[in-house]
């Protein structure tokens, strides 16, 4: 398990486990994150799963495929720290991961 931190919309904070190589949306759908509304499933498609990951974490994830990127770029909510949460996977190194869900579209 790796457990992450997230910051919902209303500003509270809730440690949210999710399963090692299982994808950080489906860890904060699971959570009970009722902001990360995940329409596609997970399929880079729809990009309500978008959230900010914390700058420590930052360096320690992949880089942005180009599909990811340009679903990014249609968001008014985009900043450098931006990802969607579905093409996260989780690893250990991972363990502790400060994310904010970005706001709504």
């Known amino acids: 398990m790796t457990t992450v931190v997230v910051t919902k919309r209303d500003g509270t904070t809730a ?4 399963k ?4 950080l949306m489906e860890a904060l ?17 729809c990009a309500t799963c978008h959230v ?3 700058e420590r974490w930052w360096p320690m994830l ?3 495929d180009p599909d990811e990127a340009d679903l990014l770029d249609a968001s008014q909510h985009r900043t450098t ?3 969607l949460s579905c ?6 190194e991972l363990e502790g991961m400060e994310v904010t869900v970005a706001p709504e579209e």
């Open 15 to 18: 440690a949210v486990a999710g």
């Open 20 to 23: 090692t190589g299982g994808t």
């Open 29 to 45: 759908r699971d959570g009970g994150v009722d902001e990360i509304v995940a329409l596609c499933g997970g399929c880079r498609s």
């Open 52 to 54: 900010y990951i914390g």
């Open 62 to 64: 992949p880089s942005l």
């Open 81 to 83: 720290h931006s990802r």
């Open 87 to 92: 093409q996260i996977v989780l690893q250990d």
